[in-house]
């Protein structure tokens, strides 16, 4: 299973910004994809997950209500749309997937594949 992770950039405070992760391989019609970040000097955070096959998402308390995480099963794409972004979203986004799960879950080592990370910067 491979994971590409793409989209970051920089933003200024208030905008938007889409990552995208495209799974690629041996997956299975029932997995979890994750988003985690990493900030300098910090631990890798759970940000938002959501289950292929039932749709159902999970999101971190700092970031509900701004980002969305959805799928296009067809194209084995996750998004995670992020609005209203803030200096404190300034990350390494990573996506991560469950190839056996059916829950959407906060504990990273759940999590198998992980992809390259994708920078982004928010600049206030």
């Known amino acids: 299973v491979q994971l590409q992770a793409s989209g970051g950039g920089l933003v200024q405070a208030g905008g938007s910004l889409r990552l995208s992760c495209a799974a690629s391989?041996?997956?299975?019609?029932?997995?979890?994809m994750g988003w985690f970040r990493q900030a300098p000097g910090k631990e890798r955070e759970f940000v938002a997950a959501?289950?292929?096959?039932?749709?159902?998402?999970l999101y971190a308390d700092s970031v509900k209500g701004r980002f969305t995480i959805s799928r296009d099963n067809a194209k084995s794409i996750v998004y995670l749309q992020m609005n209203s972004l803030n200096a404190e979203d300034t990350a390494v986004y990573y996506c991560?997937?469950?190839?056996?799960?059916?829950?959407?879950?906060?504990?990273?080592?759940?999590?198998?594949?992980w992809g390259q990370g994708t920078l982004v910067t928010v600049s206030s």
């Open positions: 959501i289950v292929r096959r039932s749709g159902n998402t």
């Open positions: 391989g041996r997956t299975s019609s029932s997995y979890v």
């Open positions: 991560a997937l469950d190839l056996s799960g059916q829950y959407a879950s906060r504990d990273r080592y759940k999590y198998e594949y």
